[in-house]
């Protein structure tokens, strides 16, 4: 088991950063992809971003490619988000997520322990 929480969120202006920090504690931290979902009133869970076991690969959704960036550190068992340049079409709640097995992905059926989420809120 897993557990995952989320913090960092808030209310910031278009063109403001935030950093998502998503902490671990139960199994092993190492041994899962970590993710990065989020979910806006009235739209379908998307998927943000995923980092590999060792950190060393990432990918990111085309919407947010560029802008944010994704690090873990497992010695902390903590996941971060990196949100620069925010638009208000960022708004959302975000979500971690952990996934047993070593390939990154971007479905999020495919990931095993939820976090509660945070809420990220940009003004334009």
């Known amino acids: 088991q897993v557990q995952l929480v989320e913090s960092g969120g808030g209310l910031v202006q278009a063109g403001g950063s935030l950093r998502l920090s998503c902490a671990a504690s139960?199994?092993?931290?190492?041994?899962?992809?970590m993710g990065w979902f989020r979910q806006a009133p009235g739209k379908e869970r998307e998927f943000v971003s995923a980092?590999?076991?060792?950190?060393?690969?990432?990918t990111y959704a085309d919407a947010v490619k560029g802008r944010f960036s994704i690090s873990r550190d497992n010695a902390k068992k903590t996941v971060y988000l990196q949100m620069n340049v925010l638009k208000p079409e960022d708004t959302a709640v975000y979500y971690c997520?952990?996934?047993?097995?070593?390939?990154?992905?971007?479905?999020?059926?495919?990931?095993?322990?939820w976090g509660q989420g945070t809420q990220v809120t940009v003004s334009s």
């Open positions: 997520a952990a996934g047993s097995g070593s390939w990154l992905r971007t479905d999020d059926r495919r990931y095993d322990y």
């Open positions: 139960g199994r092993t931290f190492s041994n899962y992809v």
């Open positions: 980092i590999s076991w060792s950190g060393g690969s990432t």
